[in-house]
């Protein structure tokens, strides 16, 4: 099986003493590219000098997680012109978007409105694709997504309903959904619901480690090498084999990001 991790972290630092051979173990599962997602200043560098460590196994997606949202101005034009300098090294922005989770107050929620919309810009003007993280903003997400019609898009980890993915599909743009460890967990109804419903074309594979790890190792640390869970998941909903599902699971990647593997 031909796999790639639309969306991860092995530059975090859990990975800091075995990385050689958690990429090895990826290796020998099928995983043949993976595409380190940078949350804040700090991680661009390292998510780069990776791509350059392991060429055609490592791709860059950067940008400033909503998280970071309250930094000074500033910080984001550092982040914005290193951006911009590094264009070609490069896959998409990301990740950027809403979370609403820890702090609900409205100065936060404009701050991370206005540097969603920053960036979303800045792919269009770079015509890089755009990578989202939205957790308790779906509404919110939706309407700047709308607003500004980002070309090609993927709402990563989706944990929206199957009205608002019908909403995205809708605008009629390159509107993907990112689906990790979450499918496989027991009280995963309404993505279960989604991902059956969604066309196959909009679906792309990702871990987001090292976070959501697969049932039966829930807890763990997650990897890329677990992903045959979540498609195996994705081929039994759809009533598939896993094998003709993985390669569509590859092409769907392979487009999204302009890339060949
Ligand atoms: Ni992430």
């Known amino acids: 099986m031909r796999i790639i991790d639309t969306h991860c972290h092995l530059n975090d630092v859990s990975y800091t003493e075995d990385l050689d051979s958690v990429i090895e173990k990826c290796r020998d599962t099928g995983v043949r590219a993976c595409f380190n997602t940078a949350d804040s200043l700090p991680s661009f560098e390292k998510i780069l000098s990776l791509a350059k460590r392991y060429p055609g196994f490592f791709y860059s997606v950067i940008g400033i997680h909503p998280e970071f949202a309250m930094e000074k101005d500033d910080y984001f034009d550092e982040a914005f012109s290193f951006i911009r300098e590094h264009k070609s090294e490069i896959q998409a922005i990301g990740e950027i978007g809403l979370d609403y989770h820890y702090d609900k107050s409205p ?138 599902c993985a390669e569509i699971l590859i092409e769907n990647a392979e487009k999204f990001y302009g890339i060949e593997i």
Request: glycine letters at 6%.
């Open 107 to 244: 100065k936060t929620k404009e701050r991370q409105k206005e540097i969603f919309i920053r960036q979303i810009r800045l792919a269009k003007e770079l015509s890089l694709p755009v990578v989202i993280h939205s957790r308790d903003a779906d509404q919110d997400t939706y309407e700047i997504v709308r607003q500004e019609k980002p070309p090609v898009f993927d709402l990563h980890c989706y944990s929206g309903s199957y009205e608002m993915m019908e909403n995205y599909l809708r605008l009629g743009l390159d509107f993907h959904i990112g689906v990790g460890g979450v499918l496989t967990f027991k009280n995963a109804r309404v993505l279960k619901e989604v991902v059956s419903k969604a066309p196959l074309s909009i679906l792309l594979t990702e871990t987001d480690s090292p976070y959501l790890t697969p049932t039966p190792y829930r807890g763990k640390r997650n990897d890329p090498s677990y992903l045959p869970l979540v498609i195996r998941e994705i081929a039994a909903i759809h009533g598939m084999d896993d094998e003709a």
